[in-house]
């Protein structure tokens, strides 16, 4: 499944431009701006088996940290610092990785 089977490429397109810029990204913006916080949980299910390249039911600080290379292959790698604040604001029992139900919650926030 590809992430524009769930999002339009012109919201990925839209939501990546705004963040282009090092520590400029904002995960409440960009999950608006691409659509994905009107989807309906199984929606955003899929988007994060997407995000979940290693299939381990979690996303870790690696992945996120090319978090939106999911959204398109030319966008930039998340800084160090937009990765830990990303991963701290996801990350609700505090086990160092964000689950589906923590994403979930994290994307309607």
Do not use: H
């Not at 030319?74 to 139900?101: M, N, P, Q, W, Y």
Request: with cysteine.
């Amino acid at each position: 499944m590809a992430i524009t089977d769930i999002l339009s490429a012109k919201d990925i397109e839209s939501a990546l431009s705004s963040c282009q810029a090092d520590d400029s990204f904002n995960y409440k913006s960009f999950f608006s701006t691409v659509g994905l916080s009107s989807k309906s949980p199984d929606q955003i299910k899929k988007v994060f088996g997407i995000l979940d390249q290693d299939k381990s039911g979690f996303i870790e600080e690696e992945e996120l940290q090319l978090f939106l290379k999911n959204f398109s292959s030319t966008a930039r790698a998340l800084t160090s610092a937009e990765t830990k604040a990303f991963l701290a604001a996801g990350d609700t029992d505090g086990d160092g990785k964000i689950g589906v139900e923590e994403f979930q919650s994290l994307v309607k926030a």
